[in-house]
């Protein structure tokens, strides 16, 4: 089953900042941040495993709430090259990777 | 290294007809998997794999056929090409089989317009 992304999309100024959720009905062992340019590949942001340890991007913070099966991704400062579709992607007992609808992010000048 | 590799860019493909999406990684890696993209829906997965000989399905894998005979190659088959299928199609590898605590690297893509 499919997390749940908020918002569908989000349009900045540079230097702004910017929250997208990612909400799952199932337990979960990691989430995993994605960011997809228009007509490329999806790049690794970040993971975020239960009990806290985090790997990923230096410019970019996230937060896991286990107990709620809920992370947030945190965009601050918003920079013209932030721009993109975000996803988020979850992984639970199964073992697969299952990704979000993805939230579209602008940044404007 | 190469890392994912995909072929082809682009096809074209008439209803009923069949083809092969080639996805190749040089890294070694354990777990091989298969997403499509589609406007609105995000990056669901049709396929995937832990390792040679071990193939299992995702969300979407009706229409699809996989085999890992090599820890190097995943190739995804469509058997009868349906219009449902048109998409972009992502070819993905990790190190960790469990995926936990590894990210995934994604191949350029390929684009199918089924007619």
């Known amino acids: 089953q499919q997390p749940v992304q908020s918002p569908q999309a989000v349009i900045l100024r540079e230097g702004e900042d910017a929250v997208i959720n990612c909400s799952s009905s199932?337990?979960?062992?990691?989430v995993h941040w994605y960011r997809q340019k228009h007509g490329e590949a999806p790049v690794f942001l970040m993971i975020l495993l239960k009990g806290g340890e985090q790997k990923g991007h230096e410019k970019i913070s996230a937060s896991f709430n286990e107990k709620k099966q809920q992370s947030s991704l945190y965009l601050t400062a918003s920079q013209l090259s932030y721009s993109g579709t975000y996803f988020c992607g979850t992984v639970g007992q199964g073992g697969k990777l299952i990704f979000g609808q993805g939230t579209e992010l602008s940044v404007k000048p | 290294n190469a890392g994912v590799t995909q072929t082809p860019k682009f096809q074209v493909l008439k209803t009923g007809q069949s083809m092969t999406l080639q996805c190749a990684q040089d890294?070694?890696?354990?777990?091989m998997s298969w997403y499509r993209q589609d406007p609105g829906m995000g990056l669901r997965l049709i396929h995937y794999?832990?390792?040679?000989?071990?193939?299992d399905q995702g969300e979407v894998p009706n229409g699809y056929n996989v085999s890992r005979s090599t820890t190097e190659d995943f190739p995804l088959r469509l058997l009868s090409a349906a219009p449902s299928q048109t998409s972009v199609y992502f070819c993905a590898s990790s190190r960790d089989r469990g995926l936990l605590r590894e990210t995934q690297y994604f191949g350029p893509g390929t684009r199918l317009l089924v007619l």
């Open positions: 794999s832990v390792g040679a000989g071990i193939t």
């Open positions: 199932k337990a979960l062992y990691s």
């Open positions: 890294m070694n890696h354990e777990y």
